[in-house]
């Protein structure tokens, strides 16, 4: 018979000190403590052992002894530490404990703590189960949590992530008007006023995508009402050009902008996933209105 691990030595352990009956001399919150302890103990022998699903079982079993004995900081301490385990093997039981997690934290009123473990369901969710709906849910779950704790910058780039993923499930309305509130947001500071013209490039993509030249056009002024500096960056000027060949349905003008625009600045994944549906979606007879 092969000798027990040092992992499930503490399991048992653990196992029978919580399933124990109470003494005299002892009361159910010193049992559930120790058998807390005895949990983490075995939790983290589980990760020696590279048995990161099992750690991450314990880790729990071990919230649950804390949350016995009201100890709410080491309830959600102990989720986070299974959610970290069973992201190694599980993104659903990482999702799962990073939830248990939240309910204490927002409890507690640590909203930007909780915002910081909704923003890893997020990334989960789109970087393991490619779920984008419950992925921009949960950005923007963190960026409103964010934003009530004045953390400005991290709310913006979580408000973004989410009009990333409006615009990728072709949400055209949603992701324009995320990127114009995050947009809005940063304006004022000498900080973050450089990116500005990012978010109007993507919001006046999402207008194109839709294929509404009018709104793309409209939007276009407004955003130069707002920035008068914004009028002649390679930005504002590609999304004219944009516009243009999209209106008189000129798809050789279309693909020279792009492919010049690229030249100069590197278009990433998002961008020319949108150009490829606004290009498949320029008019083949220029419109008479």
């Not at 102990?78 to 959610?83: D, F, K, M, R, T």
Request: proline share 2%.
């Amino acid at each position: 018979m092969a000798p027990k691990s040092p992992a499930q030595g503490f399991l048992e352990k653990a196992d029978k000190k919580a399933n124990s009956s109470t003494g005299w001399f002892s009361s159910a919150s010193t049992k559930f403590e120790e058998a807390g302890d005895l949990y983490q103990q075995a939790a983290n022998a589980f990760k020696i052992d590279k048995l990161f699903k099992e750690a991450g079982d314990a880790h729990a079993r071990e919230a649950e002894c804390r949350e016995k004995c009201q100890e709410s900081n080491e309830a959600a301490q102990a989720w986070w530490n299974a959610a970290k385990a069973y992201k190694r093997v599980s993104p659903d039981l990482a999702i799962q404990a990073l939830s248990q997690t939240i309910t204490h934290l927002t409890q507690a009123g640590r909203f930007r703590q909780a915002a910081d473990r909704e923003k890893e369901i997020a990334q989960i969710y789109m970087q393991e189960l490619n779920d984008l709906r419950k992925a921009c849910e949960s950005y923007e779950r963190a960026a409103e949590w964010y934003s009530q704790e004045d953390a400005t910058a991290t709310a913006n780039a979580c408000y973004k992530d989410a009009a990333d993923l409006h615009a990728e499930l072709e949400e055209y309305p949603q992701a324009i008007a995320r990127y114009e509130q995050v947009a809005d947001g940063s304006l004022n500071s000498a900080l973050t006023k450089y990116s500005v013209k990012e978010y109007w490039l993507r919001s006046s993509l999402c207008a194109l995508a839709m294929g509404d030249a009018v709104t793309a056009k409209r939007n276009l002024q407004k955003y130069s009402a707002l920035d008068t500096t914004f009028s002649s960056t390679r930005e504002a000027k590609f999304i004219t050009v944009l516009t243009d060949a999209f209106e008189a349905g000129d798809m050789e003008s279309f693909t020279a902008a792009v492919y010049e625009y690229d030249q100069v600045t590197k278009l990433d994944n998002w961008k020319t996933a949108i150009l490829l549906k606004i290009k498949r979606a320029i008019p083949e007879e220029p419109s008479l209105t």
